[in-house]
């Protein structure tokens, strides 16, 4: 490999070529002396685990207007912060932002701290958090991977161990090449890389600033990289969710348990959710009496398991407490709770208006 392997030449394709991020301060504003908020880079990088950088703008756009400084996070209401993150996915992590901004208040007088040991000391600040952090808002010079930079990273030196296996090989290599002056624009210039150039299916190499010393590509076979253990198939899981309507259209509502899965987060009374075939289902498994009736099935991917949901629906009823601890949310509400999108699918499946636009506006 080259000895200005990739450093340099990234740098200049960055300079030219980079993506517009609500988040990121531009090359040339940076030139100019423009520093990355701490509280903007980490926001952003805790929205982006596990989505795309279309899904994350206007929740990052949402939330920094709201609550436009780690202080101002670290003093919002657990239940605001969880509503504003709804639909985001992944809700430790709604849960952890807030932890983590008290953090940085209570420990480092609202500061972030500028290495990555102490970063990652935070709550929801993993490995990948805490060096994209340092880099982008501190210029540290350490290695920084994503998915994207695995995938740029595994070609250009040909890594032939699967992932996961292959990380710690590849931070490795990330790092030989990570250079002293400006690591940050080095971390988001392979980013963009990645995402623009050096994509999963048909790469256009022929524009790639690092096709010259790419070693898949000499061998002609780069979408066969990075290799990728096989997927485990994911197990089913079954339950039931129950949609209560009231006169007037409100939805009963509860507040899952804080601890485990979609904690904290909203959403109407279901069964728990078994893997066994006999598990808990069906109208026998109603929180309370009422004429249920069958309204469906949803079926709803999560990381490491699918669940068929049997849904049920009853209306009419009148808006008492029903022997749980909720609420009833108005027609005009509910797509302000804070619910996650398998209680969305659900709600949805018994009430097929229920988000529509037209419905949530008050009539003129």
């Given at each position: 490999m080259k000895?200005?392997?990739p450093?340099q030449?990234?740098l200049?394709w960055?300079?030219r070529?980079?993506?517009e991020l609500?988040?990121r301060?531009?090359?040339a504003?940076?030139a100019?002396g423009?520093?990355p908020d701490?509280?903007?880079v980490?926001?952003s990088?805790?929205m982006l685990?596990?989505?795309?950088?279309?899904?994350?703008?206007?929740?990052?756009?949402g939330?920094?207007?709201?609550w436009?400084?780690v202080?101002a996070?670290?003093?919002?209401?657990e239940?605001e912060?969880?509503?504003?993150w709804?639909?985001?996915g992944y809700?430790?992590?709604a849960?952890?932002?807030?932890?983590?901004a008290?953090?940085?208040?209570?420990?480092h007088?609202?500061?972030?701290?500028?290495?990555?040991?102490?970063?990652?000391?935070l709550?929801g600040?993993?490995r990948?958090?805490a060096a994209?952090?340092?880099?982008?808002?501190f210029d540290?010079a350490?290695?920084?991977v994503d998915g994207?930079v695995?995938r740029v990273t595994s070609r250009?030196?040909?890594?032939?161990?699967?992932?996961p296996?292959?990380k710690?090989a590849?931070?490795?290599a990330v790092?030989r090449?990570t250079p002293?002056a400006?690591?940050?624009?080095?971390a988001?210039?392979?980013?963009d890389l990645?995402?623009?150039i050096?994509?999963?299916r048909r790469?256009?190499?022929?524009?790639c600033?690092?096709?010259?010393d790419?070693?898949?590509?000499a061998r002609?076979d780069p979408?066969?990289y990075?290799?990728k253990?096989?997927?485990k198939?994911?197990p089913v899981?079954?339950?039931?969710?129950?949609?209560a309507i009231a006169?007037?259209?409100s939805?009963?509502?509860v507040?899952r348990?804080?601890?485990?899965?979609?904690g904290?987060m909203a959403g109407?009374p279901?069964t728990?959710?078994?893997a066994?075939?006999?598990?808990?289902?069906?109208i026998?498994a109603a929180p309370f009496p009422a004429a249920?009736?069958?309204a469906?099935e949803?079926?709803?991917?999560f990381?490491?398991?699918?669940?068929?949901l049997?849904?049920?629906?009853?209306?009419?009823?009148?808006k008492?407490?029903?022997?749980?601890?909720?609420w009833?949310?108005a027609?005009?509400a509910l797509?302000?709770?804070a619910?996650?999108?398998v209680?969305?699918?659900?709600?949805?499946?018994?009430i097929?208006?229920?988000?529509?636009?037209?419905?949530?506006?008050?009539?003129?």
């Open positions: 000895a200005d392997l450093s030449r990234l200049d960055y300079d070529h980079h993506r609500p988040w301060v531009a090359p504003a940076r100019r423009v520093r701490p509280y903007r980490w926001l990088e805790i685990q596990q989505t795309t950088v279309e899904a994350v703008k206007r929740y990052f756009f939330f920094t207007e709201r436009p400084s202080q996070l670290a003093a919002a209401d239940d912060v969880m509503k504003a709804a639909g985001l809700y430790s992590r849960r952890n932002l807030k932890k983590c008290e953090a940085v208040v209570a420990r007088g609202g500061f972030f701290p500028r290495d990555v040991e102490s970063l990652e000391a709550p600040i993993g990948y958090t994209a952090i340092a880099a982008i808002a540290i350490v290695p920084v994207n695995e250009l030196f040909a890594i032939a161990t699967p992932l296996a292959a710690r590849i931070e490795a790092a090449v002293a400006r690591p940050g624009d080095f988001q210039g392979m980013m990645g995402s623009m050096c994509t999963p790469p256009a190499c022929a524009l600033p690092l096709n010259a790419c070693a898949v590509l002609g979408e066969r990075p290799l253990a096989p997927k198939a994911r899981r079954r339950g039931a969710a129950f949609v006169h007037d259209g939805v009963f509502l507040k348990p804080e601890k485990g899965l979609l904290g109407v279901t728990s959710w078994s066994r075939a006999d598990g808990q289902t069906g026998a249920w009736r069958a469906g949803v079926r709803h991917v990381t490491h398991f699918e669940l068929d049997e849904i049920f629906r009853a209306e009419g009823l009148e008492r407490a029903p022997g749980l601890s909720g009833w949310s027609p005009d797509a302000g709770e619910l996650p999108t209680m969305k699918k659900a709600i949805a499946a018994a097929p208006q229920a988000f529509e636009p037209a419905r949530r506006q008050p009539a003129a």
